[in-house]
């Protein structure tokens, strides 16, 4: 992989991480027991533990991707400006 899109790419799986990180909170908007909401506090107790684990696992996978994309581009930087290099 070419090291601009490598970093591109952890970049953007690091990116993700806020948009992640907004649709929880949207879905704890949604699921905020009110007046006229149909659910309770313990429903939407269950329902914040439950997506925000899924929201934390896909987030942990994202920084390990995108650390090592980020890994990859940097080596390769390297590997090419020493293997173009003229000793």
């Known amino acids: ?5 490598a970093k591109l790419a952890g970049l953007g799986a690091l990116g993700a991480i806020v ?7 949207f879905i704890i908007k949604l699921s905020a027991p009110g ?3 149909g659910i309770d506090l313990t429903l939407g107790v269950v329902t914040w533990i439950s997506i925000g684990l899924v929201v934390l696992a ?3 996978l994202h920084v390990v991707i995108g650390r090592q ?7 390769n930087d390297r590997n090419t400006t020493r ?3 003229k000793d």
């Open 69 to 75: 994309l980020l890994t990859l581009g940097k080596d």
């Open 1 to 5: 992989m070419p090291p601009k899109f």
């Open 58 to 60: 896909l987030a942990g």
């Open 19 to 25: 948009l992640f990180l907004a649709l929880y909170a």
């Open 83 to 85: 293997a173009t290099r």
């Open 35 to 37: 007046h006229y909401s």
